[in-house]
């Protein structure tokens, strides 16, 4: 059974850090692209970061480089998405995705399994 659990959200004043974990099971990770996405209320959900499965290749949406980091430990099948000075914008669930495909891609249709998501709140 596939499963993709998210952790690390939650209220955090602008300027601030959060450090989100996606544990993964159930099919074989290290041969997954992984994504980040966000959707905030009466939003669509967009794309935020994805990482190949050896970590060399990075995408990120434009209004999140520089503060945020994607990256992998394949041995513990998680990925991660460090943020840092965060802001008010950045409020949305967050959701980690698994994409079999060999290229990092930017599109949520292309992802096969996704997490339940988890909350992000930035106070100004």
């Known amino acids: 059974q596939v499963q993709l659990v998210e952790s690390g959200g939650g209220l955090v004043q602008a300027g601030g850090s959060l450090r989100l974990s996606c544990a993964a099971s159930?099919?074989?990770?290290?041969?997954?692209?992984m994504g980040w996405f966000r959707q905030a209320p009466g939003k669509e959900r967009e794309f935020v970061a994805a990482?190949?499965?050896?970590?060399?290749?990075?995408y990120y949406l434009d209004s999140v480089k520089g503060r945020f980091t994607i990256s992998r430990d394949n041995a513990k099948n998680t990925v991660y998405l460090q943020m840092n000075s965060l802001k008010p914008e950045d409020t949305a669930v967050y959701y980690c995705?698994?994409?079999?495909?060999?290229?990092?891609?930017?599109?949520?249709?292309?992802?096969?399994?996704w997490g339940q998501g988890t909350q992000v709140t930035v106070s100004s």
């Open positions: 995705a698994a994409d079999r495909g060999i290229f990092v891609r930017r599109e949520d249709a292309e992802y096969d399994y």
């Open positions: 159930g099919f074989t990770f290290n041969r997954y692209v």
């Open positions: 990482i190949n499965w050896s970590g060399g290749s990075l």
